[in-house]
């Protein structure tokens, strides 16, 4: 097991990654011994109601539950969480946890429901070891590390989710201040969710945030997101292997790190391989609308850039690493009918070195 990297540019403190997350998670005692039907419960549906009781047999709207945690305790694979409207002040542990053959869906019933933290939890739910686990219309907001944290898991749903104001001071040293952490997980679909206001609010050196962040992605979908006023990053691949970020708009994001001697992006590609960034609206950015990186020298290839509007931004592109004045070869970075223009610094900016090899920037 090794541990990575992140991705943010040189002297950034290192990142965990998911194995040494669920350690840290252990250590700390998250877990609490409350995993999904951890009382021998079957797959039916469980309602969760601000006026519930959790003595109650939570199978109706009448009878629901008053939390969140006492649902996932009874909840199988194949059955459903229906929260109903309300404030929850709490968070949600889903370890070791599903079915691939039958999802297990957290979801708002009759509404938005909101989860909020008080800024005194670290995340509205911790998905980590799990399979097929579904979170759809909710609203997340004042979690310390992120909205959401999702590490060795597949197939995992993220939609219709409303992510604001999460992050402002991360407590942990792999967190930055994200709204959507994704880490080490393969089949993961986030989608036509609302990121907006995350991010660090006392920037630390080499520290900044990320609407949505993700390392090591396989077979994964980022779409038809709106990513807006984040401190920090729009949307971050790092080592992605199979990724589609498509029909996202990433506007007014706070990216400049320019301090530490690094930016962040509107979208973020670094390490990996065929990833496709596909008719993405980049805009009014202050940083590079789009950023492609070799940071940690891994000789990434595939990438397509197709049909994206970047404008409005310091920069249109901003390419660095690949040993190069200009674009990369084809097979490594492939780039149709985009509109890259408008940008008040600089539409395409290309550096050659910043961590010529062999060091990698965070080494």
């Not at 090794?2 to 040494?20: A, E, K, N, Q, Y």
């Not at 990833?275 to 492609?292: F, H, K, L, S």
């Not at 690493?321 to 674009?327: D, K, L, M």
């Not at 490594?332 to 985009?338: A, C, Q």
Request: include cysteine.
């Amino acid at each position: 097991m090794t541990s990575g990297i992140s991705l943010h540019r040189p002297c950034r403190l290192p990142r965990v990654t998911g194995i040494l997350l669920v350690v840290f998670l252990a250590q700390v005692g998250c877990w609490g011994g409350q995993g999904i039907g951890s009382d021998g419960a079957d797959a039916a549906n469980y309602y969760v109601s601000v006026q519930g009781n959790d003595n109650a047999d939570g199978q109706t709207p009448e009878t629901a539950f008053r939390t969140i945690g006492r649902a996932l305790e009874r909840v199988q694979p194949g059955g459903t969480v229906l929260i109903l409207p309300g404030t929850y002040y709490e968070t949600g542990y889903l370890e070791g946890q599903g079915n691939p053959e039958a999802p297990l869906t957290i979801r708002g019933h009759g509404g938005t429901p909101k989860l909020d933290g008080q800024n005194t939890r670290d995340a509205a739910f911790w998905i980590i070891e799990s399979a097929s686990i579904v979170l759809e219309d909710l609203e997340i907001t004042g979690y310390t590390d992120a909205g959401i944290v999702v590490s060795l898991s597949s197939r995992i749903t993220l939609r219709r989710l409303t992510v604001h104001h999460n992050g402002s001071q991360p407590e942990t040293d792999w967190a930055e201040g994200y709204g959507i952490h994704v880490d080490e997980s393969r089949h993961v679909a986030i989608e036509a969710n609302q990121v907006f206001a995350n991010g660090p609010r006392s920037r630390l050196p080499g520290r900044l945030g990320t609407g949505i962040n993700t390392f090591r992605l396989q077979d994964a979908v980022i779409s038809n997101n709106q990513v807006v006023e984040n401190i920090g990053g729009g949307i971050l691949v790092e080592d992605g292997v199979d990724v589609l970020v498509q029909g996202n708009e990433i506007r007014l994001n706070d990216l400049d790190a320019s301090a530490d001697g690094w930016w962040d992006g509107g979208i973020w590609l670094d390490g990996g391989q065929r990833i496709a960034v596909r008719d993405n609206t980049i805009e009014m950015n202050a940083g590079p609308g789009i950023e492609v990186s070799d940071e940690d020298h891994q000789q990434p290839y595939g990438y397509v850039l197709e049909n994206n509007i970047s404008t409005g931004n310091y920069y249109g592109i901003y390419i660095w690493n690949f040993g190069t004045t200009g674009f990369p070869p084809e097979n490594i970075l492939r780039l149709v009918n985009n509109q890259i223009s408008g940008n008040a610094w600089r539409d395409v900016w290309i550096v050659p070195w910043n961590c010529p090899p062999p060091d990698p920037c965070g080494g």
